[in-house]
């Protein structure tokens, strides 16, 4: 099982959108309504940020929103806080039972 | 609280195998699934192998044959032993906790577990 594919790095402005991007195949992101997002500070543990591609967990700002489209989902970040520089895994459940993560992204608030 | 306590840090040797713990407390211990996971110095994360509430255990393809995760409900222990360790397994461990048919890790992991692999 290959990782899903993400960019390295994304950077916006405070108050921007960014959006990253999260590729599998039809076998994880494109066969399942399972697509989580992590967010994860160095020396910490991740953070769910959206669950079953869309839902935000309780506490999560609603600035954070997921989608998805064939086998590609995303993340958007919308008002870009200085806060929001982390790095940001997706994750999804597969054909074979298993779960793949992303390679990650790097969020930088410039 | 809800918690879930890894095992310390580790060095071993090439060829070796690590034993890491993972105790689970503050919760029904048997009505949740366990997940693996590492991550490798400056790398991502990559996924393991799950325990789950009804003790089924799928291991991810790269570690077929040298990854064993067991659970011992008398302790709320999960424990993941990886064998014929190589420099490539220098890693941060971590053990985190899924609800039943959420399809997703909550917010509950383990400090994590760095295991070294040297010579």
């Known amino acids: 099982q290959s990782a899903l594919t993400q960019p390295a790095s994304v950077s916006g402005s405070p108050g921007q959108s960014i959006t990253i991007s999260c590729t599998g195949t039809?076998?994880?992101?494109?066969?399942?309504?399972?697509v989580s997002w992590y967010q994860q500070h160095p020396g910490k543990a991740p953070k769910l940020m959206i669950y079953?591609?869309?839902y935000r967990p309780s506490g999560v700002s609603n600035r954070f929103s997921g989608s998805k489209s064939g086998n590609t989902a995303s993340l958007t970040i919308s008002g870009l806080q200085t806060e929001d520089e982390a790095d940001y895994y997706c994750?999804?459940?597969?054909?074979?039972?298993?779960?793949?993560f992303g390679t990650g992204t790097k969020v930088t608030v410039l | 609280q809800v918690q879930l306590v890894q095992s310390g840090a580790e060095v071993k040797k090439p060829g070796a195998s690590v034993k890491v713990s993972c105790k689970a407390s503050?919760?029904?211990?048997?009505?949740?699934?366990i997940h693996w996971m590492r991550q490798a110095p400056g790398q991502g994360l990559e996924w393991m192998g799950i325990?789950?509430?009804?003790?089924?255990?799928i291991y991810a393809q790269n570690f077929q044959g040298r990854l064993a995760v067991t659970r011992d409900t008398s302790t709320t222990t999960v424990y993941m032993e990886l064998s014929t360790l190589t420099s490539e397994d220098t890693a941060v461990y971590l053990c985190?906790?899924?609800?039943?048919?959420?399809?997703?890790?909550?917010?509950?992991w383990g400090q994590g577990t760095l295991v070294t692999v040297s010579s």
């Open positions: 985190a906790r899924e609800i039943p048919g959420a399809y997703h890790l909550d917010d509950y």
């Open positions: 503050g919760y029904d211990f048997t009505n949740f699934h």
């Open positions: 325990y789950t509430c009804d003790s089924r255990i």
């Open positions: 039809s076998s994880d992101v494109g066969g399942y309504e399972y």
């Open positions: 079953a591609v869309t």
């Open positions: 994750s999804s459940f597969t054909t074979t039972g298993t779960y793949v």
